[in-house]
């Protein structure tokens, strides 16, 4: 059997680096960018090395941004009170469009024991340092309402109790528009626990 040139198994490893590419999937990725035009091949190295340059990681909430520190973490008119925890910068938006004008910090993952992540893999150590310089009223964490999430959520809570008086969780239960009898039990329940009075107390 011929050998591959030593070029394409350098592709294929750093292909197969990439979340959810497998040795398979590296392989036929590395040899679908050979069988192409030149020009679109390049135009796919070149977006790397300009999205690489043009966007950075901001250096207190670890969002994504052309600026360090990012456009939120230096607009004045944000509230610097709270501190909202997330997995994901991608999230971010989802905030800014639901109408939350606080701060973020992005964990850039989560607690997995399938995937060998710690919350020393996390930016938690970065976080505890910033609420002990920062003193915000309240950290709310929002990871995912999964176990993976819960877990990690737990764990920051643990970190943040010494140097935070008010750690919160976003509220769980009933999506709006959901129809009750179609709703899982585990729903039901967190609705149940999380629930309110129809007229919040004067
Ligand atoms: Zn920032």
Do not use: W
């Not at 909430?61 to 939120?72: N, T």
């Not at 969780?169 to 009933?174: I, K, Y």
């Amino acid at each position: 059997m011929v050998q591959r040139h030593p070029t394409i198994e350098r592709l294929m490893e750093l292909l197969g680096r990439l979340p959810g590419v497998g040795p398979k999937t590296a392989e036929r990725f590395a040899y679908h960018l050979l069988r192409i035009p030149r020009d679109e091949a390049m135009q796919l190295a070149a977006a790397i090395t300009t999205v690489r340059d043009a966007v950075r990681v901001c250096s207190s909430c670890f969002q994504l941004d052309a600026q360090d520190p990012c456009s939120i973490c230096s607009d004045p008119t944000r509230d610097r009170g709270t501190i909202l925890v997330l997995e994901d910068p991608r999230e971010v938006a989802r905030f800014e469009d639901a109408g939350y004008r606080g701060l973020y910090h992005v964990l850039q993952g989560r607690v997995s024991q399938v995937e060998g992540i710690g919350p020393d893999d996390l930016t938690t150590a970065a976080l505890v340092l910033r609420v002990q310089r920062e003193s915000p009223r309240e950290v709310c964490l929002a990871n995912n309402p999964d176990l993976e999430g819960e877990g990690t959520a737990h764990l920051i809570a643990e970190q943040l109790r010494p140097v935070c008086g008010n750690v919160t969780r976003l509220a769980r239960g009933m999506p709006a528009g959901a129809s009750i009898s179609q709703l899982s039990r585990s729903i039901l329940a967190d609705a149940l626990d999380g629930r309110r009075p129809l007229v919040p107390p004067a």
